[in-house]
């Protein structure tokens, strides 16, 4: 049977996005462990710790009691009633239960709002690196993603004076994750106080992924939520968070958001014609995570800091090595170029030569860097960085 090539024809939005990269390497990592090589994997995008107990108690529970149903869209009124409240007490944002969606994963969060705001004829300013999904996020929207350097002495974090030269009057959102995912910088109140006016000046929105606010390891530099720099920004800023890194609940795919309440009602509606609600007795452990003990979110985040102090130890004994010491997240991004290879040779090689599995830099935006998580054991740790800096000395 013949099929036309119209027939086949891909969307040129949604039919043009490319598989996450950091996925395709850590699934050709584990395919090699499974056939028995002894890889070290540092591609890890989750805590290596378990979900709290009474977390998992919680869910059960309500499975146990047929918790099975459709809930509201956006969430159990319990629930976002509790987000709201964390939002409030713990970042200094002022927002109602309505302005809150809960949903599948803080991805579709971000996805939801990058739909909902942008389309063709927007542009979307990303600081470099930037986590690889935002940028296909944008282009499935139609809108135009505008990417801005920054720089490893900067600690990764965008210059607000740079920022205004990206400005135009296409400008319709800036993306800002603080922790960030790869290079784990973390913004400054004066900073995000900067960024903050420039936004209100040229009226852009703000969407502040805070997905790894709970892990960071330096007082001088404590998570800041821009939204909570004054009701001007506040109105203009969409904030992202979720279970997946704080709670270690990746596999619940719980996320939410909370946006001024009309675009909070529009992605509630993109929701319902797409995923629907989020799972009905995972809710019930969302809840039991933001109002049961908080113990096991401060030693998940003890031992982060001692892996990240470790890491960057070994990966600073490398010549050639560049690295900068992250400030939140799990993750590591030293520069590689002194090797004289880009990231996705390097990141290959190391893999089949070295076997140390690791995220090549460019799907961040940056081909002259690699990610390396520390969100694993220090044996595994150890083990990486002893590899690296053989294979690496095999390169000089």
Known sequence: MTISKRCLSLSPTLGSLHPSMTLGIT???????????????????????????????????????????????????ELREAVAAKFSNENGLHCSAQQIVVSPGAKFSVFATVAVLCGPGDEVILPKPYWLSYAEMVLAAGATPVFMDTALADGFCLDPA???????ERTKLLVLNTPSNPAGGVY??????????????????????????????????????????????EARTITVNGFSKAYSMTGWR?????????LAKAIAALQSHSTSNAVSFAQAGALAALTGAQEPVEEMRQAFAKRRDEICRLLHAIPGMNVFVPRGAFYVFPDISA?????????????????????PGKPFGMDTNIRLSYACSSDTIQKACGRLAEFCGTLR
């Open 188 to 233: 400054r109140r004066s900073v995000l106080e900067a960024i903050a006016e420039l936004a209100v000046r040229h009226d852009f929105m703000v969407l502040a992924d805070e997905i790894y606010e709970k892990l960071v390891y330096e007082s001088d530099f404590p998570h800041v939520s821009i939204g909570s720099l004054g009701p001007e920004i």
């Open 27 to 77: 699934s050709k990592a584990k395919a090699m462990i499974a056939d028995g090589r002894d890889v070290a994997n540092m591609c890890a995008g989750e805590p290596d710790f378990d979900t709290p107990r009474h977390i998992k108690e919680a869910a059960a529970k309500a499975l146990d009691a047929g918790d099975t149903k459709y809930t509201p869209v956006a969430g159990r009124p």
């Open 162 to 168: 740079a920022l205004e030269e990206k400005v135009t």
């Open 254 to 262: 719980l996320g939410y958001l909370a946006a001024p309440e009309p």
């Open 339 to 359: 090797f004289g290879l880009d990231s996705m040779t390097f990141a290959e090689r190391s893999l089949e030569e070295a076997n140390v599995a690791v995220i």
